[in-house]
């Protein structure tokens, strides 16, 4: 079988982060990367599990000594991906996942051609709108800039390889199952 990176993208709020809790209980040998950000951590998330979470001198310091595969500025704050563990996992043959956003999707694709872009859709700019609000663990300025981000990130979702639609967890997990088999059996 064929060990590949693939790239999770999809707008803040439409809910990919539990489509790939659930894809990853289901199949726990893929890795995940964990992100570097310069945001401040939500109630209950863990430095190293969550997010490395850095100060902004940090972040970048590690842009200028180059140890980003993909960095981006997303709504006010930086995230970025670290090569190292990347390159590990591709090394150790394991298969891996990033959960980043569409501009550090596109830096990825255009680095690693193989690398497979997914972009999880929501069904509706409304249904993204009231699942946002709705999960309260932001500001109403933050929620103004992220639906803005929302519908750039959407323009650049006909970039992607695939695009799965989530309007039902099971059945959205079940089309990231069957695109990575796909992809996975591909020789
Ligand atoms: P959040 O602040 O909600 O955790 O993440 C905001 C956005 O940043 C999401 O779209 C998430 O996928 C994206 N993101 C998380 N980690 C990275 C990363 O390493 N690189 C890039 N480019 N985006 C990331």
Same mark, same amino acid.
């Given at each position: ?12 709020? +439409? ?14 040998? &893929? ?6 950000? *310069? ?9 190293? +599990?969550? =997010? ?20 981006? $500025?997303?709504?006010?704050?930086? =995230? ?56 309260? *663990?932001?500001?109403? $300025? *933050? ?16 970039? &992607?390889? =695939? ?25």
């Amino acid at each position: 079988m064929n060990k590949k990176l693939y790239v999770i993208s999809g707008s803040s709020g +439409v809910g990919k982060g539990t489509v790939l809790k659930g894809f990853l209980k289901k199949n726990p040998e &893929f890795m995940l990367s964990i992100s570097c950000t *310069t945001r401040k951590p939500r109630p209950g998330e863990v430095d190293g +599990v969550n =997010y490395f979470f850095l100060s902004k001198d940090e972040f970048q310091n590690c842009i200028d000594n180059d140890k980003f595969l993909e960095w981006a $500025e997303f709504a006010g704050n930086f =995230y970025g991906t670290k090569k190292k563990y990347i390159n590990q996992c591709l090394e150790q043959g394991k298969d891996i996942i990033l959960e980043i956003d569409t501009q550090g999707a596109l830096q990825v694709k255009k680095r690693m051609p193989e690398a497979v872009l997914i972009f999880i859709c929501p069904p509706s700019y409304e249904a993204l709108e009231n699942r946002l609000r709705g999960r309260h *663990t932001e500001d109403e $300025e *933050t929620i103004q800039k992220r639906l803005e981000q929302a519908k750039i990130e959407l323009e650049r979702a006909e970039r &992607f390889d =695939y695009k799965i639609l989530n309007d039902d967890l099971e059945k959205a997990i079940c089309a990231l199952e069957n695109v990575i088999n796909k992809e996975r059996n591909n020789a």
